[in-house]
């Protein structure tokens, strides 16, 4: 018996995150997250569902000063993605 073989297209995370949120957003991202990574090859991802637990996280976030231009692009590349069906890889 021959499987299917499957594929599928992605970015890696820190290609779309901003780096100067490095310093915070990768913390931010785990906690209370509906996925899980750090331990496998690969984590992916869909952008929408990427975007909501963001902004889920975002909102408990008093503390964090994030530019509206930066943010506003941030969802604009998520939202790209998702139109285009590439998930993205939260283990590089």
Same mark, same amino acid.
């Given at each position: 018996?021959?499987?299917?073989?499957?594929?599928?297209?992605?970015?890696?995370?820190?290609?779309?995150?901003?780096?100067?949120?490095?310093?915070?957003?990768?913390?931010?991202?785990?906690?209370?997250?509906?996925?899980?990574?750090? +331990?496998?090859?690969?984590?992916?991802?869909?952008? *929408?569902?990427?975007?909501?637990?963001?902004? %889920?996280? =975002?909102?408990? $976030? +008093?503390?964090?000063?994030?530019?509206?231009?930066? *943010?506003?692009?941030?969802?604009?590349?998520? %939202?790209? =993605?998702?139109? $285009?069906?590439?998930?993205?890889?939260?283990?590089?």
């Amino acid at each position: 018996m021959k499987p299917q073989i499957y594929s599928c297209k992605y970015v890696c995370v820190t290609e779309i995150v901003p780096k100067q949120w490095s310093d915070w957003f990768y913390d931010m991202i785990s906690q209370d997250a509906p996925f899980s990574w750090g +331990d496998n090859n690969r984590t992916m991802v869909d952008a *929408l569902s990427f975007a909501h637990h963001v902004q %889920d996280r =975002l909102d408990f $976030q +008093d503390e964090i000063k994030i530019s509206k231009k930066t *943010l506003k692009s941030f969802y604009k590349t998520l %939202d790209d =993605l998702e139109k $285009q069906l590439i998930y993205i890889d939260l283990e590089n």
